[in-house]
């Protein structure tokens, strides 16, 4: 995923993922991906984060810029082709 992003994203400094988060379409825009993502984030324990998206799920982009979260590198092909992914990431804040 970095190089395809053509990011250096050092697995050291960003030994975590946020996983795709989901939430049914009925439930959306109730701050549930925010609240859903907080919870997992809590247990990197200020260590780096970085998380993929369509590029296309402009709702889940709001989400992970409002949590830190800042675009890197290029969009490039999900693995089944027919849409794109962007790599987002989430720099380390312990010290």
């Known amino acids: ?12 400094s960003f030994p ?3 996983g795709w988060v ?20 809590a247990f ?3 260590q780096g984060i970085f998380a993929t998206s369509h590029t296309d799920n402009t709702l889940m982009h709001r989400t992970l810029t409002r949590l ?3 675009q890197s590198g290029a969009p490039y092909p999900s693995t089944n082709a027919t849409r ?3 790599l987002f990431t989430r720099p380390p804040t312990k010290q």
């Open 68 to 70: 830190g979260f800042i």
């Open 22 to 41: 989901f939430i049914a379409p009925e439930a959306r825009g109730n701050g549930f991906a925010q609240n859903l993502s907080q919870a997992a984030m």
């Open 84 to 86: 794109h992914l962007q």
């Open 1 to 12: 995923m970095a190089s395809t992003s053509k990011t250096a994203l050092h697995p050291s």
């Open 44 to 46: 990197a324990e200020g």
């Open 16 to 18: 975590y993922e946020l």
